[in-house]
């Protein structure tokens, strides 16, 4: 068999053995192994085992993984959510349905200091959901905002995904950061307005608190400075040049744990948890990109991402028409994989063909808008039917609401989503505003 044969075959075993539930990185270094063993022989695989790890994990760009992992944690034990929700439901609560927004304005407030989209949807649906149950509103909107409002968390810097596609295509992470605001707005005001349409179209889903006094509100902010303080210490940190996104990482997570120790919730036992969790998922991620590596160097073996480049450009597509394509792609996969997986499994083939097109933009540029777009569609994902994880989290949670009642709540969320998707790929200079500004 041909190397472009292996190429084009390994992609639907790799998705066999995450059907039979194989972790993906185990399934990308066993398809990557056995296919560069296949082309090359075993000598190369051994030699990779040999010098991978120590190169891959020695990657001081990788180390913001684990510290923005670690203030997010530290923030999540420290009762920074709950805090977040209070405030926000002291000045949207007397709205109709404004609980409902206010747990979105929470999911983006924790998502800024958190970068992960399931922890977000966990940890605010813990601390929303009981007082949206609690309020009479219904399965379907109490869920459904949750489930949406968790994916913010991939979307606010600092993200996760973010670094990883920064570090995956040789991008600065600070300009990726800065790209990812006025998208991360959006998001959140679209899905507030999407609550606002929700409730007016189903009066009794959403009802409303009384209206809260300024003097409570500005009590409640005292609550939350920490977070604010932290969010602004670490990115304003960064753009003002004191530190670089790794250094400015640990400040946030030194920070945040100084806060959470002083915290009167805070326990020995919340701080073994917090780096128990921390290294665990840390080790996770860590695993999966060890196991990408091994399969990207097979995939460079099997020159497929040239062919399909050579191709796209010899049938002149329009370079729009491959973006959107390719997007298309990421929300079919969605239905299947995990944003992680679907980062490190396509970027290394999707990425070599967008550099390669001309959309008016320089490279950089184009790097930047497409990660955004790609971030954003990988987000969709999180929430589309059949498995969106975020859905399940929140669904897991509110056991007596039906699963299908969550993905009936997720539909208004789904419609601005692709409402976002159009006005980005439409307007690339939205996404790239403020890089342009400060750079």
Same mark, same amino acid.
């Given at each position: 068999?041909?190397?472009?044969?292996?190429?084009?075959?390994?992609?639907?075993?790799?998705?066999?053995?995450?059907?039979?539930?194989?972790?993906? +990185?185990?399934?990308?270094?066993?398809?990557?192994?056995?296919?560069?063993?296949?082309?090359?022989?075993?000598?190369?695989?051994?030699?990779?085992?040999?010098?991978?790890?120590?190169?891959?994990?020695?990657?001081?760009?990788?180390?913001?993984?684990?510290?923005?992992?670690?203030?997010?944690?530290?923030?999540?034990?420290?009762?920074?959510?709950?805090?977040?929700?209070?405030? *926000?439901?002291?000045?949207?609560?007397?709205?109709?349905?404004?609980?409902?927004?206010?747990?979105?304005?929470?999911?983006? +407030?924790?998502?800024?200091?958190?970068?992960?989209?399931?922890?977000?949807?966990?940890?605010?649906?813990?601390?929303?959901?009981?007082?949206?149950?609690?309020?009479?509103?219904?399965?379907?909107?109490?869920?459904?905002?949750?489930?949406?409002?968790?994916?913010? =968390?991939?979307?606010?810097?600092?993200? &996760?995904?973010?670094?990883?596609?920064?570090?995956?295509?040789?991008?600065?992470?600070?300009?990726?950061?800065?790209?990812?605001?006025?998208?991360?707005?959006?998001?959140?005001? =679209?899905?507030?307005?999407?609550?606002?349409?929700?409730?007016?179209?189903?009066?009794?889903?959403?009802?409303?608190?009384?209206?809260?006094?300024?003097?409570?509100?500005?009590?409640?902010?005292?609550?939350?400075?920490?977070?604010?303080?932290?969010?602004?210490?670490?990115?304003?940190?960064?753009?003002?040049?004191?530190?670089?996104?790794?250094?400015?990482?640990?400040?946030?997570?030194?920070?945040?744990?100084?806060?959470?120790?002083?915290?009167?919730?805070?326990?020995?036992?919340?701080? &073994?948890?917090?780096?128990?969790? *921390?290294?665990?998922?840390?080790?996770?991620?860590?695993?999966?990109?060890?196991?990408?590596?091994?399969? /990207?160097?097979?995939?460079?073996?099997?020159?497929?991402?040239?062919?399909?480049?050579?191709?796209?450009?010899?049938?002149?597509?329009?370079?729009?028409?491959?973006?959107?394509?390719?997007?298309?792609?990421?929300?079919?996969?969605?239905?299947?994989?995990?944003?992680?997986?679907?980062?490190?499994? *396509?970027?290394?083939?999707?990425?070599?063909?967008?550099?390669?097109?001309?959309?008016?933009?320089?490279?950089?540029?184009?790097?930047?808008?497409?990660?955004?777009?790609?971030?954003?569609?990988?987000?969709?994902?999180?929430?589309?039917?059949?498995?969106?994880?975020?859905?399940?989290?929140? /669904?897991?949670?509110?056991?007596?609401?039906?699963?299908?009642?969550?993905?009936?709540?997720?539909?208004?969320?789904?419609?601005?989503?692709?409402?976002?998707?159009?006005?980005?790929?439409?307007?690339?200079?939205?996404?790239?505003?403020?890089?342009?500004?400060?750079?």
């Amino acid at each position: 068999m041909d190397r472009m044969s292996l190429g084009i075959i390994a992609f639907p075993i790799l998705l066999v053995l995450l059907s039979f539930r194989v972790p993906i +990185g185990l399934s990308m270094l066993l398809v990557g192994s056995c296919g560069t063993a296949l082309i090359a022989g075993w000598l190369p695989i051994l030699s990779q085992v040999k010098t991978s790890a120590w190169h891959l994990f020695s990657n001081y760009s990788l180390s913001v993984i684990p510290l923005f992992l670690l203030m997010g944690n530290f923030a999540a034990k420290a009762g920074m959510s709950t805090s977040l929700f209070r405030f *926000t439901g002291a000045c949207l609560g007397h709205r109709k349905g404004g609980v409902a927004m206010a747990a979105v304005g929470a999911c983006a +407030g924790f998502g800024a200091i958190c970068g992960s989209s399931l922890a977000t949807a966990a940890t605010m649906g813990k601390v929303a959901l009981p007082e949206l149950r609690k309020m009479g509103y219904s399965g379907a909107l109490s869920t459904g905002s949750l489930a949406a409002g968790g994916t913010l =968390g991939i979307l606010i810097p600092p993200s &996760v995904i973010l670094i990883i596609y920064s570090i995956l295509t040789e991008q600065n992470i600070a300009k990726m950061f800065l790209a990812a605001f006025i998208p991360g707005l959006l998001a959140a005001i =679209g899905y507030i307005l999407a609550i606002a349409i929700f409730v007016r179209i189903f009066p009794d889903s959403g009802p409303q608190k009384a209206l809260v006094d300024w003097k409570t509100r500005f009590i409640l902010f005292k609550d939350i400075w920490q977070v604010v303080l932290i969010f602004l210490l670490v990115i304003g940190g960064i753009y003002l040049g004191w530190f670089t996104p790794t250094e400015g990482a640990a400040v946030g997570a030194a920070g945040t744990g100084l806060m959470a120790i002083l915290s009167k919730n805070f326990s020995y036992t919340d701080l &073994v948890d917090v780096i128990q969790d *921390t290294a665990v998922t840390a080790g996770m991620i860590f695993v999966v990109l060890l196991g990408a590596e091994f399969f /990207n160097s097979f995939i460079a073996l099997t020159r497929i991402t040239n062919f399909l480049a050579e191709t796209v450009i010899a049938y002149k597509f329009s370079p729009f028409i491959i973006v959107a394509m390719i997007l298309l792609i990421y929300l079919l996969l969605g239905c299947l994989m995990d944003s992680l997986a679907m980062i490190l499994l *396509t970027i290394p083939v999707f990425f070599p063909i967008i550099v390669q097109l001309d959309f008016g933009m320089s490279v950089e540029e184009t790097a930047i808008w497409f990660g955004i777009l790609t971030l954003i569609v990988v987000e969709v994902g999180l929430i589309t039917p059949p498995v969106g994880l975020n859905v399940f989290i929140i /669904n897991k949670l509110a056991k007596d609401v039906p699963i299908g009642d969550t993905f009936k709540g997720i539909l208004p969320f789904l419609l601005s989503d692709f409402l976002r998707v159009g006005l980005l790929f439409f307007f690339p200079g939205i996404t790239l505003l403020l890089v342009r500004l400060l750079y």
